[in-house]
């Protein structure tokens, strides 16, 4: 099976009923998609991904995403202790996520931003050591810094969305991380992520969607293409099984080989989904 590591199924694409994420995660089944990860962004949708989760039979992870830290307090962090407390034995919580740096988006780059985002990702890289959980980090513009913390506050997992150098992608490595990758690596112009993807130890690499954003290149509508009235596709776990192709065809392997591989990596990195059954 695919088990794809990284999508926000609880998203407003989806709709308020999610009854297109169900739609969508019966056509990734049907793809071999096995199981997905659900990350949190904030408080207020741990209990959203936990149902969510529960509902499709697949796993969840519980976070402050650092594009949430601006509208985020401590009583936040208090209450994601709470909630890893509570469902310490819940087999389908598997992380903590997704948290990290962004100095990507200008408004996160202010001296003051750039030290709270650090105050939440610390606090979170604690969690994740109190609770035993590894982390699902993000990643953007921010590699050499999410490093540095962790080498203070060692805990393994997933960099999602890798897009860094082979030199920051081989510290990853060092420190027990797998690597994750989706939808970019399905555009030529993204060098340097599929070059990763191509050259990169089969054992560091994870799949991903990130659905329902990072959408792979057919799925891509362009700003002028969306103002000529062309729809934007709706990126999905269904396409976790074709971006898979891209980058078995990148490596010059077999597309089982790159899928038996992933998933066993995303069990290394997630342990706890070795315990549930692929959805059906």
Not at 50 to 73: E, F, K, N
Not at 100 to 118: H, I, S
């Amino acid at each position: 099976m695919w088990i794809d590591t990284h999508c926000h199924l609880d998203a407003p694409e989806f709709g308020a009923d999610h009854a297109l994420m169900f739609s969508a995660r019966q056509r990734a089944s049907e793809r071999g998609v096995g199981l997905c990860v659900i990350p949190a962004v904030a408080r207020f949708n741990f209990d959203t991904v936990r149902t969510l989760a529960h509902r499709t039979g697949d796993a969840y992870a519980l976070g402050i995403h650092p594009l949430c830290v601006p509208q985020s307090t401590d009583d936040d962090l208090v209450a994601l202790d709470a909630a890893l407390t509570a469902h310490r034995d819940d087999p389908r919580l598997v992380a903590v996520g997704e948290i990290g740096l962004d100095f990507f988006v200008p408004e996160l780059c202010t001296p003051a931003m750039r030290d709270r985002q650090a105050h939440f990702y610390r606090a979170q890289l604690r969690l994740a050591r109190r609770h035993g959980l590894p982390v699902i980090v993000h990643v953007r513009r921010s590699a050499d810094m999410l490093l540095k913390h962790l080498r203070e506050l060692p805990v393994a997992g997933i960099a999602h969305a890798f897009n860094g150098s082979e030199q920051q992608a081989q510290s990853f490595l060092a420190l027990g991380f797998k690597l994750g990758f989706g939808g970019a690596s399905t555009f030529e112009a993204a060098r340097q992520i599929r070059k990763l993807a191509t050259e990169l130890p089969l054992s560091s690499l994870v799949m991903e969607t990130d659905s329902p954003d990072i959408a792979p290149k057919w799925l891509y509508v362009t700003a002028q293409e969306r103002a000529a009235g062309q729809a934007q596709g709706i990126n999905t776990p269904a396409e976790l099984p074709r971006i898979g192709a891209v980058v078995a065809a990148l490596r010059g392997i077999p597309v089982e080989e790159l899928m038996n591989a992933t998933t066993t990596n995303a069990l290394s990195a997630l342990p706890r989904l070795a315990a549930l059954e692929p959805v059906s």
